[in-house]
């Protein structure tokens, strides 16, 4: 640019090349974008050669959302169901416009030209088009049957025609499945059609429910062959369904009939008893199934045939001994045949769970009836039963399942037939109608072998005075720390042995081949007899709560069944495997407590005295526990005991009369004291007995209608306080505010807020005193607690004595002196201000400093 010209003349040059430079970009843009469309997919490479071009980038075709394959098929589906809808409107509605001839000339050529063209289809390799084209065509020659029906046989009888046109059917289309080999429709079709010429035929003859269901049976039997002994996966799944509808339809209707018809059914079912068997054996894969069905057919044929002449109490009896007959026969017979013998098993054990569910009524109604009582307690009368007229039968029922559970070689066995019995003993009373005390005795028999199956193997058999040594006694006389430590590291060693040597003696366990972890100590509670001693424990306790119930009904039983309900627990708590001694010495303390509120009862006590004799029980826990010391029943005896104290302190507290419940709680405290002299209960039993003690005084003083809230505060404080000085003793670092911070806010709290609304001198004078003793204490040991407390008290109660004559004094003043005053502070606080910072700081190091 030449600088030399005026600033005006440059100005216009400049605006002109501007403009010149906007024209010509312009220009360039225009011509970019026509040579980007021309050359179109060349932009990348010219990009790379001429780095000014961006190239734009490459477009990414949309993800296609169907195959043609899948296309193809939907608009071949939609085609044939559109040619089949026009077809089935042309025959049902079109059809009389036309004559004979016409008529015959369209089902020909339409029907010949749907068969035909399949063939050139699949010469020119369309085979989806050409298996749309022959499901047109089946459809076809459906609607030709239907139309010659009309037209020329319309005489004919429905069912009969419908079996010939199914039968013609099958056969044209298997025919030409198999002409065209290609086509996958037209042999599944046809075994689709062959289902039906034989019930159908048999129903249009006049056949009954029995006919058809033979013929409906030999037709299952014919897809069955096709199944068996064919390739083809299309035509083995169509007759595998239609085996399975007929063959069920057949097997339900002789099911039916064995109850009305028994020999009819009978035959029926044996029937398909022995095509289903043929069947489990092979066939593999279905062979449980197919095993569980025949026998089911068979339990069911003599079942039926026994119900004919069997009275009805005997029905259900006679099919569980046919159960368990073909369970066990099958089990010792077919050891060749797993499928037969695991599917008869099968069988024999869903039929015979059927009718121990049948036989439960009077179970149920022995546990649970005495619960739901009707009479008075102690009255003599004794409650209806509802199922008085059950069917004895039921016994043999649960006797036929306890002996088959008990044949069984699995550890499931033994357990099923240890319910089973015990439901057997339970419900023989209903079944049997027996009076009552004999109703009772059976009941306590039931509860002892529930019992005794938790008792540790052997204990039975050896007796009790053999060379085993209780762990009670063994407990009781071991030291608290040396000796109990060896014996638990020889009882870890020994069953560590156990466990590596478990293995090779072939040890048994809950599963197949389980093992114990070598190295680690075999729990009882993982062998199986730990299942069959929780299940007896169960079944004890169920038949011990119904015991109790059914003895209310007079005084003598309620005090023999609790009686040997106490020694039978006693004997699981002394002898018991495992954990289930814990359950039965909790069980039995309940019991002799139960005879002790029974006892109280008898003599006419209120309900405050029999809690006061309540007491006896968690004391005579207690000195069990004494003697047991460190045995784990000794934990669970105590524990049910401390629960018994507790009711018997709220029939007390329910009773309405304080004193007798002072009585109580003061008694209590005096067991948790003794239970406290004991190290292993020293922390427990000791807090205990304060409390009960504590509350002991509360309720004395609430008879005594003292209201001063010292008399309830001072029994909290003194104990509290000793306690804190012990601690502080032991740990010189704790804190005041834990040794002593509860003990002094229970008294100087409440008092303080009494003194603050009582109108006399001597409250407010004695809790000032008290309060500055404390401070003073605090001040001397460097406590921070008592100088706090003591101090806020302190002042508190200061203030509450100058009060009024604070108020009479600013009374008296003239109203512009307190203003005045306040001003004043503030300016003397303003001046002092750092100094006073500095003191306080002071202070809070130093209270920070105490303990």
Request: a positive charge; one cysteine or more.
């Amino acid at each position: 640019m030449d600088s030399s010209l005026p600033p005006a003349e440059e100005l216009v040059l400049v605006d002109r090349e501007l403009a010149r430079l906007d024209a010509r970009r312009a220009q360039l843009l225009l011509r970019r974008d026509w040579l980007l469309r021309v050359i179109g997919s060349q932009v990348p490479a010219l990009g790379s050669a001429h780095p000014s071009v961006a190239p734009r980038p490459a477009a990414v075709p949309p993800r296609a959302e169907a195959t043609p394959r899948s296309t193809q098929n939907v608009l071949l589906t939609l085609g044939g169901v559109l040619l089949t809808v026009a077809a089935l409107v042309f025959t049902l509605v079109s059809w009389g416009t036309m004559g004979i001839g016409g008529r015959a000339a369209v089902l020909a050529v339409v029907t010949s030209g749907a068969l035909g063209a399949p063939a050139l289809l699949l010469r020119r390799g369309l085979a989806s088009t050409a298996e749309a084209v022959a499901a047109l065509g089946l459809v076809l020659t459906v609607l030709d049957a239907y139309a010659l029906h009309r037209v020329a046989l319309a005489d004919t009888g429905g069912l009969a025609y419908t079996a010939a046109a199914s039968a013609v059917l099958a056969g044209m289309w298997a025919g030409y499945g198999s002409a065209l080999s290609r086509l996958r429709l037209p042999v599944p079709a046809a075994v689709v059609a062959a289902q039906l010429p034989l019930p159908l035929g048999v129903l249009a003859a006049g056949g009954g429910v029995l006919p058809v269901a033979w013929a409906a049976l030999a037709t299952a039997v014919l897809d069955l062959v096709l199944v068996l002994f064919t390739t083809p996966l299309a035509p083995r799944v169509a007759a595998g369904a239609g085996a399975a509808g007929l063959g069920g339809w057949a097997f339900l209707t002789g099911l039916a009939l064995s109850l009305s018809s028994p020999l009819r059914g009978a035959l029926l079912l044996l029937a398909c008893a022995g095509v289903l068997g043929y069947l489990a054996v092979r066939q593999p894969r279905s062979g449980l199934a197919s095993a569980t069905g025949a026998g089911l057919a068979g339990i069911a044929a003599v079942g039926g045939l026994l119900r004919a002449v069997a009275p009805e109490a005997w029905i259900m009896p006679g099919y569980a001994l046919c159960a368990v007959l073909l369970a066990g026969a099958a089990w010792r017979l077919l050891a060749g045949v797993p499928a037969l013998r695991n599917g008869f098993a099968l069988a024999g054990a869903g039929v015979l769970g059927l009718a121990v569910a049948w036989a439960l009524p009077p179970v149920v109604v022995g546990v649970v009836g005495p619960l739901a009582r009707t009479t008075d307690v102690w009255s003599g009368a004794h409650a209806e039963r509802a199922l008085s007229g059950y069917p004895a039968t039921s016994l043999l029922v649960l006797l036929l399942a306890a002996g088959a559970l008990a044949a069984v070689p699995r550890r499931w066995g033994r357990w099923g037939a240890v319910a089973v019995g015990w439901a057997l003993l339970v419900g023989l009373p209903v079944s049997l109608d027996l009076p009552y005390g004999a109703t009772l005795a059976v009941q306590l028999v039931a509860t002892a072998t529930g019992l005794a199956l938790s008792v540790r193997p052997g204990v039975l058999t050896r007796g009790l005075t053999g060379p085993e040594v209780s762990e009670a006694s063994e407990a009781s006389k071991a030291p608290e720390a040396g000796e109990a430590s060896v014996a638990s590291e020889a009882s870890a060693a020994s069953a560590t042995s156990q466990a590596s040597e478990a293995p090779a003696q072939g040890v048994s366990g809950p599963w197949p081949g389980w093992a114990p972890r070598v190295g680690a100590p075999v729990s009882r509670t993982a062998e199986p007899e730990a299942v069959v001693a929780w299940l007896g424990l169960g079944c004890g306790l169920a038949a011990a709560l119904s015991a109790v119930a059914l003895g209310l009904d007079t005084r003598v039983a309620t005090f023999t069944v609790l009686g040997v309900l106490a020694v039978l627990l006693g004997g699981v708590a002394a002898y018991g495997a495992g954990a289930q001694r814990l359950v039965g010495a909790s069980a039995a303390v309940l019991a002799v407590a139960g005879l002790v509120g029974a006892g109280a009862a008898a003599g006419d006590a209120g309900a405050a005295v029999s809690g006061l004799v309540l007491l006896a029980v968690p004391a005579g826990t207690a000195a069990v526990g004494a003697r047991l010391r460190r045995h784990p029943v000794a934990v669970a005896v105590e524990a049910t005991g401390a629960a018994v104290g507790l009711c018997g302190l709220g029939l007390g507290a329910a009773a309405g009369r304080p004193a007798l419940l002072a009585l109580g709680l003061g008694l209590a405290g005096v067991i948790a004291s003794a239970t406290a002299l004991r190290a292993e209960r020293r922390t427990v039993a000791g807090a205990t007995a304060v409390v009960l003690f504590v509350l002991a005084a509360w309720v004395r003083l609430a008879v005594w209608s003292v209201v001063a809230p010292e008399a309830y505060a001072l029994p909290v404080t003194i104990p509290a306080l000793a306690v804190g000085v012990l601690r502080r003793r032991r740990d010189p670092e704790a804190s005041s505010w834990t040794a002593y911070g509860p003990g002094l806010a229970v008294t100087l709290v409440p008092s303080l807020f009494a003194a603050w609304t009582d109108a006399h001198w001597l409250r407010p004078l004695l809790l000032g005193l008290a309060a500055l003793a404390v401070t003073l204490l605090g001040a001397r040991f460097r406590l921070q607690a008592l100088l706090v407390l003591g101090g806020a008290v302190l002042v508190l109660d200061g203030l509450h004595e100058l009060a009024p004559y604070v108020v009479q004094v600013v009374g008296a003043l003239p109203r512009w002196l307190p203003p005045a005053l306040a001003g004043l502070l503030l300016l003397a606080v303003g001046a002092t201000y750092e100094q006073r910072l500095r003191e306080a700081r002071r202070l809070r190091e130093r209270l920070g400093r105490m303990r």
